[in-house]
């Protein structure tokens, strides 16, 4: 997968990069980054990237040339059109299911902008996806975008050391993911279940289906409303309820 993105501060990408399992999926060639001033494709003497808005009001707003050239530069002599995400307040919720949907592509391109907002021309006829980490607003498209990234590159084919884990983790599943422990079975008086430590392999995946219903239906239950359960699950998660 080829990762380019658009921003005024690309030096903000340099340790979320050079770091982790980002950094690892780079080394092992299942990613590669690119960061790009979009300030560098201005076309003026100043290189300036935003003005005032028509029709007056508070803050500027980015221009649409300095943009639309960078994308045309960075989606050249691809054989398929990249996708092209603007991180914006407005944008579609990011799920799981969104991550899934975009580790399938083979290039895209992340805009990060700053200031009041972008001219309208961006959205209607250079963007293909708009998203939002969240019901509130940030300083600039950067950190929605790290969240973005971080979040599709590992779902990358070999990018994570197991490859069961992106199918196991919460959400992926339609429901959040059972609770962990590893040693000392007692820490502090603090027990590890019992059935996690008796071998027994079957007892082990029923009580972990049984922990991520539960805490499903404590913490997100609206999750519930578009999972379809099996048998055993349905008996499973009345056993949760009577329980309390």
């Known amino acids: 997968m080829k990762i380019d993105v658009l921003s005024i501060f690309p030096e903000m990408f340099q340790g979320v990069f050079g770091s982790s399992i980002l950094k690892k999926a780079a080394e092992k060639g299942a990613v590669s980054y690119s960061v790009t001033n979009f300030r560098d494709y201005a076309d003026n003497k100043h290189n300036t990237v935003d003005d005032y808005p028509y029709g007056g009001g508070a803050g500027m707003v980015l221009k649409p040339q300095p943009i639309f050239d960078a994308v045309t530069v960075l989606g050249k ?131 972990r289906m049984k922990e991520s219903l539960r805490r499903t239906w404590k913490r997100r239950p609206d999750l519930l409303d578009a999972y379809e359960l099996t048998e055993q699950e349905k008996k499973l998660l009345e056993e949760v309820k009577k329980e309390g």
């Open 77 to 207: 002599g691809r054989e398929k059109k990249p996708r092209v995400i603007l991180l914006c307040p407005q944008g579609e919720r990011f799920t799981q299911k969104k991550a899934e949907e975009l580790a399938r592509e083979d290039h895209l391109i992340f805009v990060c902008g700053h200031y009041e907002g972008y001219d309208e021309r961006i959205r209607e006829n250079l963007i293909t996806d708009e998203i939002s980490i969240g019901d509130y607003v940030l300083t600039g498209g950067e950190l929605g975008a790290m969240v973005v990234i971080d979040s599709v590159v590992r779902l990358l084919p070999g990018v994570l050391g197991n490859e069961d884990s992106p199918v196991l983790d919460s959400f992926s599943s339609g429901l959040l993911e059972h609770p962990h422990y590893t040693r000392p079975a007692d820490f502090r008086g603090m027990k590890v279940p019992e059935t996690l430590l008796s071998g027994n392999h079957k007892k082990i995946e029923e009580w």
